[in-house]
């Protein structure tokens, strides 16, 4: 049975750090792409970034505003992905999902996710 | 980055009647080279993460009970579910995976009447 645990949210301050966790079960992990989603209180849906596994380069890519500040990674001998978000924004609070991807042809979609972490930035 | 607009906003059906949500790409999200359309729908219940519905349109992911049905190409989709029942109260999605970034409809809240 395929898991995803999110897991290091919590109330931070404007301009500060955090890194969330995604601990994966239930599959082969490197293998799969991972990716990144928030939603803010009451509101849609946001894609974040994700990253290729290791036989595409292990590269991320990043929705334009969290470019620069936050940065994607994975441990595959964890079977672990990573979201480390700096200069955090009052913007950014949401719940954060992580997901395991399905692709084909270069093409991605996400066919699970997991229950989400909630990261609240406020003074 | 393509914009997905969804209507309507809001949708009240009876039980047991059809219920349509529709979706709109700002440029296609047919691909040529397989003549798939990259487009997905998503069912949100309070307090829980999206759950997959629909792939490339319409394929149904595993499990999916048949009621719930995805159309259109191009640049417009729909969303049928043919006889609504109680727990498909929730929100709904539909996000292009064309290119990045994703981006998904402001979704539909589907209500019982």
């Known amino acids: 049975e395929v898991q995803l645990v999110e897991s290091g949210g919590g109330l931070v301050q404007p301009g500060r750090s955090l890194r969330l966790s995604c601990t994966a079960s239930g599959f082969t992990f490197g293998d799969y792409e991972m990716s990144w989603f928030r939603q803010a209180p009451g509101k849609g849906l946001e894609w974040v970034g994700f990253i290729r596994s290791k036989a595409y380069g292990g590269t991320a890519e990043y929705a334009a505003s969290v470019k620069g500040r936050f940065t994607i990674s994975r441990d595959d001998s964890k079977s672990i992905a990573y979201l480390q978000m700096n200069s955090l924004k009052t913007e950014d609070t949401a719940v954060y999902y992580c997901?395991?991807?399905?692709?084909?042809?270069?093409?991605?979609?996400?066919?699970?996710w997991g229950q989400g972490t909630l990261v609240t930035v406020s003074s | 980055d393509i914009v997905m607009t969804q209507s309507p906003d809001s949708l009240a059906v009876s039980l047991g009647e059809r219920a349509t949500i529709n979706c709109k790409s700002s440029q296609s999200v047919l691909h040529s080279s397989n003549n798939k359309n990259y487009l997905a729908w998503y069912q949100q219940k309070p307090g829980r993460p999206p759950k997959l519905l629909i792939l490339?349109?319409?394929t149904r992911e595993s499990g999916v009970p048949d009621r719930f049905s995805g159309s259109g190409s191009g640049t417009d989709f729909s969303l049928t579910i043919s006889s609504l029942q109680a727990e498909d109260v929730a929100v709904y999605y539909c996000?292009?995976?064309?290119?990045?970034?994703?981006?998904f409809g402001q979704g539909t809240k589907l209500e019982i009447k």
């Open positions: 997901t395991k991807m399905s692709c084909s042809g270069g093409n991605c979609y996400s066919n699970f």
């Open positions: 490339w349109a319409s």
């Open positions: 996000q292009q995976h064309y290119s990045t970034p994703w981006t």
